[in-house]
């Protein structure tokens, strides 16, 4: 079969919807690049368990398929969901034939530093990582599993958010705790890898003088984190245990003194699930303005809580860049990708204005130019290049599963 005849099939679960992009391969020599797969389709089954709906949309935003059905028993809905969706794939591919499914999972626990084909005994070790991250892990387990079931002829390959981060030194990994929480998996897991590691792929082609230097990317979206990169390689991040760690975002605290959760928990007597909710769904952004977690509608706000919330959110971001720069012992790049971070010139000229120290100077007009591309936004004379780079999660796992798929690839 050659290449053109092959698909690959990029899933990204959550609890009620399954995002999914679906790439054919162009070409499958093995070194593997970008110019290698084309986006065919994308699109989501939304509403799982209640209301199950399936968009596909082309390339060009063109909606191919829009399709309700009623939920099935319970347990069964990622099984159904996944059949109708690999069934639309099947028909609507032409010539081509899905081959391999790549799977964004959260957590690679200690061991995963790289992608992985699935096989029984990783399920089982994946399973043991649902405590790690109990309220994403599942999902994409469940989609893992339903796969497994109503397509076994399909290879499929897990991409973890830990696993860029796997290799940070040992400073970056530990808390100050006993070392038995450490051996336990009590660690700096740090997450975005997928974004983080389409970065650094993307940087010797975008940025080649900045490919080999000490680099701080911020993934600014409704999620955001911060990654120190040295030479491409992830020394530190502002993620650590969980994804609530760092800085604020649209619903959750970042850095927080744990002290405040022993206050709630003793003092007002809150059970676990009351903070669970408070930390993920009420706070950040949302909780300080008390007015949106969107960022474009906190812009757009007269209230004087919004205009504090960004207030807040820009100077966690200026604190840990400064933190990330002293960790690499130095600055050379500073990249800002995912929706905030492409999208806000607002942000982004905030914080450059605020690290000017570090030898920043920012070129306004290109700061401010609204093309979805790479581009640097920094003066000639700029001691730090500042860069955007959208981010694209779902191709690095397109990527890593037809690495996967092809063997010696590299
Ligand atoms: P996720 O993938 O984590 O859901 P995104 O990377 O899509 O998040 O980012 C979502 C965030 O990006 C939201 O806070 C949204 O307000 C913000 N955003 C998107 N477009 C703009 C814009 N034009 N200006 C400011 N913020 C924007």
Redesign the pocket.
Known sequence: MSGENRAMLVLNAGSSSIKFELYTVVDEDRIITDEDLEQRFEGQVEGIGTAPRLIARDPDGHILIDERWAPGPPGTNHQVALKRLTTWIDDNLGDAQLIGVGHRVVHGGPVYSTPVVITPEVLEVLRTYISLAPLHQPHSLAAIEAILYTRPDLLQVACFDTAFHRNHPIVADQYAIPREYYEQGVRRYGFHGLSYAYIAHVLPIVAPDLSEGRVVVAHL???ASMCAMKARQSIDSTMGFSALDGLPM?TRSGNIDPGVLLYWIQELGMDVKQVETLLYRQSGLLGLSGVS????LL?HSDDPNAAEAIDYFIYRINRELGALAAALGGLDGLIFT???GE??AMVRERVCTLATWMGIELDEVANLHRAKSNRCISTDGSAVQVWIIPTDEEKMIALDTLRAVIPGAQ
């Open positions: 979206g409704s999620g649209g977690n969107d960022m474009r812009e995912a929706g905030i999208n806000s």
